[in-house]
């Protein structure tokens, strides 16, 4: 964790497990890890922005997420370990696995919860 | 050169427009399921956005009647979308909560308090991630598949232009700005001038 400039903001590690391998940079604890990924030059699937669609999913590997504004997420999906990159926001040092849009849709489907594009 | 599956003569189980599109490389079965949830979406946006959120503007009666032409056009491409699924062997959820619950975008729902900035706010969100939609499809289809993307280019034509109306009114009542969307009115209400009065086949 980091504090930056004068105000009392934090931030956070990120590394994300991608396809194309390892990335990591660090997150504003106001920021949607989404958001600061595109940033640092790092093109996650997305399409809603409104934690609806669940194509930005991934899973939470290490550390701790809050959702902000999300429409669906579920007492389930974090059970899973399943997070909604878009609308997640940081608050601790985090490790995530990117691209689980199709394995959180499964999950969805399983549970009986809404899940678009399935 | 792409290849494909050989369609017997007289073979109804398969269709030649699904296989040219699948071996030029298109995930049909993908492709169908995004325009389900894109068609699950304008059918709330039509319920909601601008059938119950336009009766909550009384006062607005200009900002009514621009809702009025969003919600006939979405209305519009609700009715486009819908041959196309059943076109690539797709089918709707027989389901109304069912099919509620495919649509790629948020239902908004009616904001408390419903007041008009709130209001503006919700409907440029719910176009904005109409846009991102429908850029999905014509990102899948580009090159590979004419009919589908030419359908989702005229209706991401007309979302564009609502994010334009919706943040040219919003700028004007939250921020006291003036962003102008660079858009005339449109002839009649809902005239849809990329996705209904030029449509791409005889209905």
């Known amino acids: 964790m980091h504090r930056t400039g004068m105000t009392r903001e934090r931030s956070f590690r990120v590394v994300l497990e991608t396809p194309e391998g390892i990335r990591s940079f660090d997150c504003s604890e106001e920021e949607y890890i989404w958001d600061a990924s595109a940033v640092n030059g790092i093109v996650l699937p997305a399409i809603c922005h409104q934690g609806r669609c669940l194509s930005c999913a991934g899973r939470l590997l290490e550390g701790t997420v809050e959702h902000d504004h999300v429409d669906a997420y579920f007492a389930e999906d974090k059970t899973a370990g399943y997070i909604l990159l878009c609308r997640a926001l940081a608050r601790r040092d985090v490790r995530i696995l990117t691209h689980q849009e199709w394995k959180m849709r499964e999950h969805r489907l399983a549970k009986g919860l809404p899940a678009p594009y399935a | ?203």
Not at chain 2, 14 to 31: C, S
């Open chain 2, 1 to 203: 050169m792409a290849t494909q599956s050989t369609v017997q003569p007289g073979d109804v189980t398969q269709r030649v427009g699904v296989e040219v599109i699948r071996a030029r490389g298109v995930d049909v079965e993908k492709l169908i399921k995004m325009l389900v949830a894109n068609a699950a979406a304008e059918f709330a946006s039509t319920y909601y956005y601008y059938t119950i959120l336009r009766m909550n503007l009384a006062g607005y009666e200009d900002y009514k009647e621009i809702c009025e032409d969003a919600r006939l056009e979405d209305r519009a491409h609700w009715e486009l979308i819908v041959p196309r699924i059943y076109e690539l062997g797709g089918h709707l959820p027989n389901s109304l909560p069912e099919f509620h619950d495919q649509a790629g975008c948020v239902a908004a729902k009616l904001p408390d308090p419903p007041t008009v900035v709130n209001i503006l706010t919700l409907l440029l969100e719910s176009e904005r991630c109409a846009i991102r939609s429908w850029s999905a499809v014509c990102d899948l289809t580009f090159g590979k598949d004419p009919r589908t993307y030419d359908m989702a280019a005229r209706i991401l034509n007309e979302e564009i232009e609502h994010e334009a109306w919706f943040i040219e009114l919003l700028a004007h009542e939250r921020d006291g700005k003036s962003i102008p969307s660079g858009h005339f009115r449109r002839g009649e209400p809902g005239e849809a001038p990329y996705s209904k009065n030029r449509r791409f086949y005889n209905p």
